[in-house]
T-cell receptor, first 112, second 111 residues
């Protein structure tokens, strides 16, 4: 099993550009999450999904959108990138809401 | 929503000594408390978790204690080794199944 995979690993965006961060898991987990981690800080939840077709906002959803058309994939869309979105983005998945979350390797995004 | 506070933010210990990290949470409905370890440049990984019906859990050199009345839980690492150097995050989950993370503790084990 590959676990949770994310692409790209690194990306530099100009202000106002858009991009999609890809996340795929092969563990047949229902729950998937997107977090951002700013330097020296903890993980902030952006969006989460409890199953295909169901998504909900986390703590810091502004400037982001998600979709969950399949169990395996949970892409994160950034529209009109801003410097405040410079961060490391982690995708995670779990069997249930109170089970171990498995994290992807992260995407380091810089907006200049 | 849930608010998790974690202390200390940095911790330096001599190899072989113990390390203790403490967290408090605000939502009395929280019932799942995991701890994650993140090595430099790596992804967070679960090291131990505890549920609200248990007061203490141990796995080799690491243990977690939970005091639901006081709404705090702690991570204890005994006989620390250089490979224990990392950032440790506590988290709490409420009924909505979202994890709220603490800000992290950077642990440095001195040889």
């Amino acid at each position: 099993n590959a676990g949770v995979t994310q692409t790209p690993k690194f990306r530099i965006l100009k202000i106002g550009q858009s991009m999609t961060l890809q996340c795929t898991q092969d563990m047949n987990h229902n729950y998937m999450y997107w977090y951002r981690q700013d330097p020296g800080m903890g993980l902030k939840l952006i969006y989460y999904s409890v199953g295909a077709g169901i998504t909900d906002k986390g703590e810091v959803p502004n400037g982001y959108n998600v979709s969950r058309s399949t169990t395996e994939d949970f892409p994160l869309r950034l529209e009109l990138a801003a410097p405040s979105q410079t961060s490391v983005y982690f995708c995670a998945s779990s069997y249930g809401g109170e089970n171990e979350q498995y994290f992807g390797p992260g995407t380091r995004l810089t907006v200049t | 929503g849930e608010n998790v506070e974690q202390h200390p933010s940095t911790l330096s210990v001599q190899e072989g000594d113990s390390a203790v990290i403490k967290c408090t949470y605000s939502d009395s409905a929280s019932n799942y408390f995991p701890w994650y370890k993140q090595e430099l440049g790596k992804r967070p990984q679960l090291i131990i978790d505890i549920r609200s019906n248990v007061g203490e859990k141990k796995d080799q050199r690491i243990a977690v204690t939970l005091n639901k009345t006081a709404k705090h839980f702690s991570l204890h690492i005994t006989e620390t080794q250089p490979e224990d150097s990392a950032v440790y995050f506590c988290a709490a989950s409420s009924n909505d199944y979202k994890l709220s993370f603490g800000a992290g503790t950077t642990v440095t084990v001195r040889a």
